[in-house]
């Protein structure tokens, strides 16, 4: 008997993640398939890898995708610092780094780095036509 598909509801009440069978199933396309996705990054929806083999789609984004919005826009907004809290000191400015061209030139081999040459028993290099003796 074939599982049948869990309606959009039945999603919103599940825990925060589920599996890839599950959302294959509310995809409709078979879980191979929705590996294959995930595995090429191709997958609609946010997925949480759990090793390297193992992966669980975030329900909401899955939620999203079926309702027609952006299923990888942030989820919610950032939690407001708590309150008597010091907001967090800005990083100074870097600067920019000057390269002079000059010196990029200087930094890369100008010959080309030729291998050792083989060299015969008498420690002789071979001819240069490439004839042995």
Known sequence: MDTPRPSLDDLRNDGPTISVRRAALALGVSPSHCH???RT???PCRVIPLGTRRHKVVT???VALL???DPFAAQSPAPAPAVGTPAAPEEPAKPE???DPAEVESWFVKEPIMPPQPRRPG???PPEDGTAE
């Open 41 to 43: 990054d191709r997958f």
């Open 97 to 99: 780094l000057q390269v």
């Open 123 to 125: 420690g002789e290099p």
């Open 36 to 38: 294959t996705l995930i």
């Open 67 to 69: 309702e027609g919005r």
């Open 60 to 62: 909401g984004s899955l």
